[in-house]
């Protein structure tokens, strides 16, 4: 999965000491591509938050993409690569008043929100703006946990798209998100039955959806095979077809980890190999890089990264694998343990594929002393 | 809990948008003496990693303190602090070869080791030091969860400490470490008896050792009432008492939250109040701080910090608590609810106490945008 690109930059480059992210703007350019095939008629709203490289960023801009933002900060790295102010969608619908103010004057216009009280600030800081209401959903099939953190019932929906008319705002859409790494096509189904159904109830009392948010969730490869993206286009098209028939609405989709996932690999570097007692049954493998320096979507041993190493993957044995700091939390995989070759060696590189989604700013700003991941794009 | 100090700095200074940790040296000052009164013969390593805050560092050095590193960056970060390098102990089992020498270049010559793997390395790389071996514990009775991530059983530290003297090491001491924010004074008393039975068996084999380092552990009051370091103390004291009689090893203790935890606190403010239908039982509150901005000590709802506002503490009600990112793992309090007043606004500060440590370093980079954790020292 590693390109060669990759492997090229990291044969030739003296790279400082430390772990290191390598990202090929091939493969998110390849990605991107294939999204717009699988869904022709959808815009795409790049997840920044997934990793916000400026190279990533610049391609983005250049290839048409449009940007979902989490924060202020984040309006500005958009902005700073190109971006119009029109493409960028305000997704977080957790936002201070404040920051609803600053970003309506650098000229965002688009606002999620999931409950009255972030309709009455977004009227009051950012006037006119479109809103999108977000829906709950539960999650089914994703491999990253959906809480319950975002989005609203139908009822509590249909009350805020009425709220935001009311206070000069145009209710102009909904969204939903089906949940991160979801491996189910057939998940955005369900979600789509229900958005249908408000939005079939705001046009019996008057607003009128124009535009639906179909969310992120598009899944990286990881250790097992996923679906790609014409089969995700498919089962959506077929969703849409079933629900709206021929009233489409404007749709758009937000991959972050689906569009970047995996265009990077991490090289880290084995610090230590040992065994806590002569009779057990598994050592330990002890990498430079662990759940504090980027890898914080191992909690749970929710996402299992492929490993590979000079020795290729014959011959391998069953290791505890985990970070190096003080911090007896810092495992990341024992309940089931990763396989790596039983001859490696302390000081061999291993590379963490398919990480180029939600590691670099995870990373701790220095949590023992360990500096944050380097980035480098290729 | 949140002292006068911290209260008035936070009323006086115009402080940045954003989440803030306020520390108040008095308090460490004070958590120093008393650890000291209780444990007299006892030196005193700070865990560096706990709050690396140089004021803190700086005052502890003043103070005559010596301190457990667990990188390359935090040895230089307590040298430039003042202190010098034979007060720094290398507590981490796991090491580059290549930091060990660094280290040992700085002047470092206590490391700690919990296999053969990594006595080779400092034979190499730090030659004539002194070793520690580090023992598993089972961490009964502590907050955090400790897993079986650092140390070996007895019979591999008896291996561990004969290969370090055949390697002219300086096999001088154990450790251990009971589990961070260990609510139980006597879980000492299981891991010395342990250790007791090593320091015999090698003392029949010819290796003297001279010093225990009885690790950290010693807990920060949140929620819930913890003992005191006089109640702590005497358990250590007894237990040592029955485990060696008069032939006492030198002892070290490895205090962090300990010494810091209830030294801080966090202002954040909430940025958002909601329902996400009707029939809900519980509010969400959403605080501009969460799981990644320095509060991953909430994971699995661990660490339970008090939480304190302007209405004070009475007419609480349940809420389900939860960071500002668009991550849905960011989530602190829900299987368990918090307690906050039943007319908390948008836009109020709530302040998170005891939060002095395992806060400033394990704040993410910028996830989603939003910045480290300020920390102002006062």
Redesign the interface.
């Known amino acids: 999965m590693t390109t060669k690109k990759i492997l090229n930059f990291l044969d030739r480059r003296d790279l400082a000491?430390g772990p290191c992210l390598v990202v090929d703007l091939e493969i998110v350019r390849k990605t991107y591509r294939a999204l717009q095939r699988s869904l022709p008629q959808t815009r795409i709203h790049y997840?920044?938050?997934a990793n916000?490289a400026p190279e990533i960023l610049e391609l983005l801009v250049g290839l048409g993409a449009s940007f979902d933002?989490?924060?202020?900060?984040?309006v500005?790295?958009v902005l700073e690569a190109g971006a119009a102010a029109c493409d960028i969608s305000y997704?977080?619908?957790?936002?201070?008043?404040?920051d609803i103010a600053q970003a309506y004057r650098m000229g965002v216009r688009q606002f999620a929100v999931?409950?009255?009280?972030?309709v009455e600030?977004i009227a009051r800081a950012a006037p006119g703006s479109q809103v999108f209401c977000r829906l709950?959903t539960d999650?089914a099939g994703a491999e990253?946990?959906?809480?319950?953190?975002?989005?609203?019932?139908p009822?509590?929906a249909i009350c805020v798209m009425h709220l935001a008319r009311q206070r000069g705002l145009d209710p102009c859409g909904l969204s939903f998100h089906v949940?991160?790494q979801q491996t189910d096509p057939a998940a955005w189904q369900r979600s789509l039955e229900q958005a249908a159904k408000v939005v079939q109830t705001l046009a019996d009392e008057g607003v009128l959806i124009r535009c639906l948010n179909l969310g992120g969730g598009f899944p990286a490869r990881y250790l097992s095979d996923v679906p790609g993206p014409g089969d995700y286009g498919r089962e959506i098209r077929r969703a849409l077809r079933a629900h709206f028939g021929n009233a489409l609405p404007d749709t758009v989709i937000e991959p972050g980890r689906g569009l970047v996932g995996n265009a990077g690999t991490i090289r880290s570097?084995v610090?230590?190999?040992?065994?806590?007692?002569?009779g057990d049954p598994l050592q330990?493998v002890?990498l430079?890089i662990g759940k504090?320096g980027g890898l914080?979507e191992t909690?749970d041993e929710a996402i299992r990264y492929p490993l590979t190493t000079r020795y290729g993957n014959t011959a391998t044995v069953p290791y505890i694998l985990?970070g190096?700091?003080?911090?007896?939390?810092?495992?990341l995989y024992?309940q089931r343990p990763c396989r790596l070759p039983h001859n490696l060696q302390?000081?061999d590189d291993v590379l963490i594929e398919g990480t180029g989604a939600y590691t670099?700013?995870?990373?701790?700003?220095?949590?023992?002393?360990?500096?944050?991941?380097a980035v480098h794009v290729v």
Chains 1, 2 share one sequence.
């Open positions: 000491d997840a920044v938050k916000p933002v989490a924060s202020v900060a984040e500005n790295m997704g977080n619908t957790i936002k201070k008043e404040r999931d409950c009255p009280a972030e600030k709950l999650g990253w946990p959906l809480s319950r953190k975002f989005g609203c019932d009822y509590v949940g991160s570097e610090v230590l190999i040992s065994s806590k007692s002569p330990w002890y430079d504090f914080a909690m985990a190096p700091t003080c911090d007896s939390a810092d495992v024992e302390i000081g670099s700013t995870y990373a701790s700003v220095g949590f023992n002393g360990f500096g944050p991941l």
